[in-house]
């Protein structure tokens, strides 16, 4: 059980798990595949009560298949967020997390930025090895000092003329001439 304040990290194996029975419910269409239930899930996962979710400040999911992350919205005092290799299409739910100061959504299938607008204190954002075409979406992160968008599909760079404290850019593997 998490204490409040307390950190809880899922290390990640070296190689993937065998799926369990909870992983494939996931899957199914339906009322098993709800926000809710994605919450349940995770909560279970960590061993912590929906209640204490709250508190937790790094959330750290990596070959999980978690496959929406909708429920973050649930975990208002994240100051970190990996959610890596979990076939996530659609950022959602970040926009509660007010805190957050670094993140990783690598190796993804996003293609496109969304909903990191809300995001004025993050420093550290990792979103290379997923299908992203632009660099927009980012303007009003103004605090970010670490971006890396490398190996996405990137064949224009713009909306980063705000980021005045970006000091690291990695846009490497991309389709940039």
């Not at 790094?58 to 929406?68: A, G, P, T």
Request: aromatic residues 6%.
């Amino acid at each position: 059980m998490a204490e409040s304040g307390a950190q809880i990290v899922n290390a990640a194996p070296t190689a993937p798990a065998p799926k369990s029975k909870k992983h494939v419910e996931m899957r199914k269409p339906g009322a098993q595949n709800s926000m809710e239930h994605r919450l349940d899930y995770v909560c279970n996962f960590l061993g912590v009560k929906k209640e204490a979710a709250k508190e937790l400040t790094v959330l750290d999911f990596c070959l999980d298949d978690i496959c929406r992350m909708d429920f973050i919205s649930h975990f208002g005092n994240l100051k970190e967020l990996i959610l890596i290799n979990q076939g996530i299409s659609v950022m959602e739910g970040l926009d509660r997390l007010k805190n957050l100061e670094k993140c990783w959504l690598t190796h993804n299938f996003f293609d496109q930025i969304k909903g990191l607008d809300k995001l004025r204190n993050i420093k550290e954002l990792y979103l290379g090895w997923n299908r992203l075409t632009r660099t927009t979406g980012l303007e009003k992160c103004v605090m970010l000092e670490k971006l890396w968008m490398d190996c996405n599909q990137i064949d224009l760079v713009s909306g980063l003329g705000s980021l005045e404290r970006l000091e690291h850019l990695n846009l490497a593997g991309n389709n940039i001439e």
